[in-house]
């Protein structure tokens, strides 16, 4: 059973970073593309961020310049590195790879 465990959010002022991680419980995680996806209240689940197994990112216009995403094949783990935070980007983040979804985990941008 793949299991996917995020960590890294909370709370943060306007302008703030934070650093989401995403461990995957599965094997031949370097072969597969692993992204972001975010859900903020009565809105549809957005794609953020998405790296291929080659390391090519591709991000949603609305966090280019301020979240990078990275992986690291020896630990399992795909990051988010959240810069400049913004109060719209408060949402759930949760991290997807294969047809595997994280728990989530809750980023609020509020001062």
């Known amino acids: 059973q793949v299991q996917l465990v995020e960590s890294g959010g909370g709370l943060v002022q306007p302008g703030g970073s934070l650093r989401l991680s995403c461990a995957a419980s599965g094997t031949l995680f370097s072969i597969y593309t692993a992204a972001w996806y975010r859900q903020a209240p009565g809105k549809q689940r957005e794609l953020v961020a998405r790296?291929?197994?080659?390391?090519?990112?591709t991000y949603t216009d609305s966090v280019k310049g301020r979240f990078t995403i990275s992986r690291d094949n020896a630990k399992n783990t795909v990051y988010l590195q959240m810069n400049s935070l913004k109060f719209e980007d408060t949402a759930v983040y949760y991290c997807l790879w294969r047809i595997y979804w994280g728990q989530g985990t809750q980023v609020t941008v509020s001062s």
């Open positions: 790296i291929s197994s080659g390391g090519t990112t």
